[in-house]
């Protein structure tokens, strides 16, 4: 699996291009603010086709290109059901000072096409197989997916896990204790070979984040 790794300028939010290799057809995950151009580019130069747009959540930082780069390509965005409609109004996931953060008079419009997921749900994209496993806590449809080949093991955890931190609770549609039980029931049960590809900063595994991870060691007691 060929996994490509762009960071966005504002929030160094992580976009992933996923494929089985160069000239293939990919999955683009979370593409966040101004990463339009250099994802062009980079589909460019590996003969990439996207064939889907997959959310981990409606974070505008995460979704900020999602429409111009589903509408690009002609190609679906898929998301978690009880995140949808932040694709319909971002605002509703932010407060008013993150608003501001990135910027007034948004011109956003909604994606032609958006397919909304299920816990439990597989979807079948460019070759590959990813599983839906609903993560509330950051923001009630946050959404890990899981995916991998004979190599390797690699969950998207957008903003439920991050290497030794995890996403916060206190914005719109977060929860604490949402957050705790998707730490004790979803993400400690994973394998420890799991590599993890954050929403936010470098790659980590599961056995590295169960060794050193407060909030997982918090939660790993909590049993």
Excluded at 7 to 26: I, K
Excluded at 76 to 82: F, L
Aim: charge should be negative; glycine fraction near 12%; include cysteine.
């Amino acid at each position: 699996m060929l996994i490509e790794t762009l960071v966005a300028d504002a929030f160094g939010t992580n976009c992933y291009v996923l494929s089985s290799g160069p000239g293939a057809e990919c999955v683009v995950v979370d593409p966040g603010i101004g990463i339009a151009p250099r994802l062009d580019d980079l589909l460019t130069d590996r003969g990439l086709k996207p064939v889907a747009v997959v959310l981990t959540h409606g974070h505008l930082d995460h979704t900020f290109s999602v429409t111009p780069v589903c509408g690009a390509n002609d190609v679906p965005a898929y998301i978690h059901t009880d995140d949808a409609h932040l694709l319909a109004d971002p605002a509703k996931g932010f407060s008013a000072n993150m608003m501001s953060l990135v910027g007034t008079g948004l011109d956003w419009t909604e994606p032609d096409d958006v397919q909304t997921l299920a816990d439990g749900g597989i979807v079948e994209l460019a070759g590959m197989r990813f599983t839906v496993d609903h993560a509330p806590g950051h923001t009630a449809g946050s959404a890990m997916f899981h995916t991998g080949d004979a190599e390797g093991l690699y969950t998207l955890t957008g903003d439920v896990l991050f290497r030794g931190a995890i996403g916060r609770t206190d914005l719109p549609g977060g929860s604490d204790a949402a957050m705790q039980e998707t730490l004790r029931t979803k993400v400690l049960p994973l394998d420890d070979a799991v590599v993890v590809l954050p929403g936010h900063g470098p790659a980590t595994t599961i056995a590295a984040e169960r060794a050193r991870n407060p909030y997982l060691k918090r939660a790993a007691g909590a049993h």
